[in-house]
């Protein structure tokens, strides 16, 4: 038979091929974890640090769900969390009368602070403002409030999520978290993806305008704040409506527009698999995006209907009516 | 497929829009980050393109090459012709059908061929007009469809119906056959920078040429005068059946590409093919080729290139029907394609 004569030249290759594929989850025992985050929490209630004390303990109840028979762990659990928030309220209000701080007046103590924005990922130095007390980012918090000003230091990173939309930015950055479905960014870069939920669309505020998105599936774009207070949005995955003015524009993965004060620039492409490649926002972080196969294919399909490169590179919009484009040299490019 | 219909399917593709090479090199990553160093700032680097505007994609490729061969009738009697040369011309419309993403890893990018080829042996008549016996037309269809997957694996589906005919003999056609196909290819990145790609198919193909009823038809009423059609008939019936060339077929091949610079690439490269055969007296026989080769390409424009080749191939087999033989060809090849 022929099919004896070629196990050895070419089965290698379907070997090869399905070798990688398997993958192996690591056990998590979390009535371990459990205790040892309550433990964690106990030692920073002792020592009067509150918030680390509530992302200990919220950290704990997550593995807890999965430990249907320790109800008292549970109810330990839920009742840590309510005693550390109100020593902690007493603790804040002591202090205001002690040295009556304009600003503290006006907020919450951050044990207070709501879980509209789930913190997937962070590094560096992050800080948190507005509605509770400020706060620096750890790796023990969890979650940030929907009304929190987000400030990232350089070299720092984060990834957050909503039940709308996940945002993805690095350092110098700063933006404020309006609601659950909208975002009001000042400064930096950003990965943005949305699209679990249909409605309602996601809103964008930027320094000179706001635009609204909005798609019928998952939908991913990278988001730069230029010079001269607009925005540039790169398509990744997904093929969202923008919504400016009275103009309305799709966005596919590999087209880039700048968002100027009046209105959308003209769409250009740009190489997604160099983008992907270079851009720290994916590669900084240890985790890899949301859609990060999506966007593998993308690229791979926008490789295939390339039809030249030009030796030119998208720059900055520093004025309210053109943008950048820097010309390469020709050690630089490749044609 | 008529010789007629074919050419003015290849005129009427001229006019439409179209694209050559819709099958995607799976290591584009490859130099990505070292192109980047230029302009790199935290956002990433934006490069302008220009994309397809359409999901279909044409191309027309029109190709003439002129090649030494030293073993021209392809067997090692010692009385055989040596260093001979052939002419080939061809002209090729490829239809890119779009992209379409397949769950959330894999892409497949079909595309379609039509191909004519004319090959004029011994143009400068060294051998008389003895060798225009092997002058043929080959007419190739295609249609390829390669699912681009994970870990850079490219797995083409593919099926190629090819129609050899004699045009010096009214068009006579010699055989038709349809080879459906199996294709794994990977690119091995060096730590020189270099790609290995590694290529295994498979294949079987599915042959049909002139039945022994055609055959005798010539000579049928000599032969039943004689009293020995029918028994002739039963014979080849059994020893050459119309589908004596069906087989299964495997190969194994190795390139390196070695970029010079923009214009200038050199390939080396080897495969390794085996064919079984499985039909009347061809049922047992197994060929083995072995090919050793370099080509030189130089892309002197956009639209036109020029490559020099160099193969030898060496042939084994156990069957009588067909000899083993050894042979180097080289020659020059000009490329004109333009994509609509």
């Known amino acids: ?335 | 497929m008529n010789l007629k219909y074919f050419s003015f399917f290849l005129v009427c593709s001229a006019v439409l829009h179209a694209e050559s090479n819709s099958t995607l090199p799976s290591d584009f990553f490859a130099g990505a980050l070292a192109d980047a160093t230029a302009f790199s700032d935290e956002a990433g680097k934006q490069r302008l393109i220009d994309v397809k505007s359409t999901a279909l994609t044409p191309a027309l490729a029109f190709g003439s090459s002129f090649k030494y061969i030293n073993n021209p009738e392809k067997n090692s009697l010692i009385s055989r012709k040596r260093d001979g040369s052939a002419l080939d011309v061809s002209l090729t419309f490829t239809m890119g059908l779009g992209e379409y993403s397949l769950f959330d890893f894999a892409v497949c990018a079909p595309s379609l061929m039509l191909m004519h080829m004319r090959t004029y042996n011994d143009p400068n008549k060294d051998f008389g007009e003895e060798m225009e016996a092997y002058d043929v037309d080959v007419q190739i269809a295609g249609l390829s469809l390669p699912f681009v997957l994970p870990h850079d694996f490219t797995v083409t589906l593919g099926n190629t119906y090819v129609v050899p005919s004699q045009f010096r003999n009214g068009g006579n056609i010699l055989s038709y056959s349809n080879t459906p196909s199996l294709t794994i290819a990977r690119p091995i990145a060096l730590p020189n920078g270099g790609v290995l790609a590694l290529t295994s198919g498979f294949s079987y193909t599915f042959s049909e040429g002139d039945s022994p009823t055609e055959l005798l038809s010539a000579s049928e009423q000599i032969l039943k005068q004689s009293g020995i059609y029918d028994s002739l008939l039963s014979s080849m019936l059994v020893n050459n059946p119309a589908n004596l060339q069906n087989g299964f077929g495997h190969n194994l091949g190795l390139s390196y590409p070695m970029t010079i610079n923009d214009q200038l690439t050199f390939t080396p490269t080897a495969n390794y093919s085996k064919m079984y055969y499985d039909k009347g007296s061809n049922d047992g026989r197994r060929d083995t080729t072995y090919v050793l080769g370099v080509t030189a390409s130089y892309n002197l424009f956009e639209w036109m290139s020029v490559t020099g080749l160099a193969n030898y191939t060496s042939k084994e087999t156990n069957g009588n029907l067909s000899p083993e033989f050894k042979d180097f060809v080289g020659g020059i090849t000009f490329g004109f394609n333009h994509s609509f």
Not at chain 1, 94 to 106: A, L, P, T
Request: net charge positive.
């Open chain 1, 1 to 335: 038979m022929p099919v004896a004569g070629i196990s050895l030249s070419s089965l290698l290759f379907l070997f090869l091929f399905s070798f990688g594929c398997l993958k192996v989850n690591p056990v998590i025992n979390h009535y371990s974890e459990a205790t040892s985050l309550l433990k964690k929490g106990d030692q920073s209630l002792a020592q009067d640090r509150y918030n680390d004390a509530i992302a200990s303990y919220k950290k704990a109840l997550i593995h807890s769900r999965n430990l249907p028979h320790e109800a008292d762990l549970i109810q330990k659990l839920k009742s840590r969390i309510k005693k550390t928030k109100a020593k902690s309220l007493v603790d804040h209000y002591q202090s205001i009368q002690e040295d009556n701080h304009s600003e503290k007046n006006r907020v919450l103590p951050a044990t207070f602070e709501t879980n509209e924005f789930k913190v997937l990922q962070s590094f560096g130095e992050i800080h948190l403002s507005r509605i509770w007390s400020s706060k620096k980012i750890t790796e023990l918090d969890g979650y940030i409030g929907m009304g929190r000003k987000v400030t990232l230091q350089q070299d720092s990173g984060l990834e957050i999520q909503s039940s709308h939309f996940l945002l993805r930015t690095i350092g110098p950055a700063g933006f404020s978290l309006d609601s659950n479905a909208s975002v009001f960014i000042t400064s930096g870069i950003y990965f943005i993806s949305g699209g679990f939920n249909t409605r309602p669309p996601l809103f964008i505020e930027f320094p000179i305008g706001k635009t609204s998105i909005k798609s019928q599936g998952l939908f991913a774009f990278f988001l730069e704040i230029t010079t001269n207070g607009g925005c540039k949005l790169i398509g990744l995955v997904g093929e969202p409506y923008l919504a400016l003015q009275n103009q309305k524009i799709q966005l596919k993965p590999g087209e880039l527009i700048f968002v100027m004060s009046d209105g959308f620039s003209r769409k250009m492409n740009i190489e997604l698999s160099t983008f992907i490649a270079t851009s720290h926002l994916m590669a900084d972080f240890h985790e890899p995006p949301i859609f990060s196969s999506k966007m593998r294919q993308n690229t791979l399909i926008q490789a295939i209907r390339t039809k030249r490169h030009f030796r030119a590179m998208v720059g900055d919009a520093k004025n309210e009516k053109d943008f950048e484009i820097k010309i390469l040299e020709d050690d630089q490019s490749k044609e």
